[in-house]
Nanobody, 120 residues
Framework: QVQLVESGGGLVQPGGSLRLSCVVS????????LSWYRQVPGNQRELVAS???????IYSGSVRGRFTVSRHAAENSVDLQMNSLEPEDTGLYYC??????????????WGQGTQVTVSS
């Protein structure tokens, strides 16, 4: 059973920083893509940042230049460094791992989420 466990959320003032970490039970190289999503009550889950095994990282327009996603093989983790946080960044942040099966199907694995609240 693949597990993704997020940590690092909390309450921070506007302009502050947080670093989220997602530790994966399997090798991070077994995932084609590792991503961070966030969700606000009443809204759909939205992509924040995506780190493919090969290729460039992808960021949503609202976080580009402020957030950085990175993979760490030694820790088997994918982190999200969040700087210059804004109240609009508040939400439940989820880690997602995407794999392709030998038959070509795409499987998604999710963590339980970690809450980020940006407020003065």
């Amino acid at each position: 059973q693949v597990q993704l466990v997020e940590s690092g959320g909390g309450l921070v003032q506007p302009g502050g920083s947080l670093r989220l970490s997602c530790v994966v039970s399997d090798s991070i190289f077994s995932f084609n893509v590792l991503s961070w999503y966030r969700q606000v009550p009443g809204n759909q889950r939205e992509l924040v940042a995506s780190s493919p095994k090969s290729g460039s990282t992808i960021y949503s327009g609202s976080v580009r230049g402020r957030f950085t996603v990175s993979r760490h093989a030694a820790e088997n983790s994918v982190d999200l460094q969040m700087n210059s946080l804004e109240p609009e960044d508040t939400g439940l942040y989820y880690c997602n791992g995407e794999r392709m099966t030998p038959s070509g199907s795409i499987l998604h694995y999710w963590g339980q989420g970690t809450q980020v609240t940006v407020s003065s």
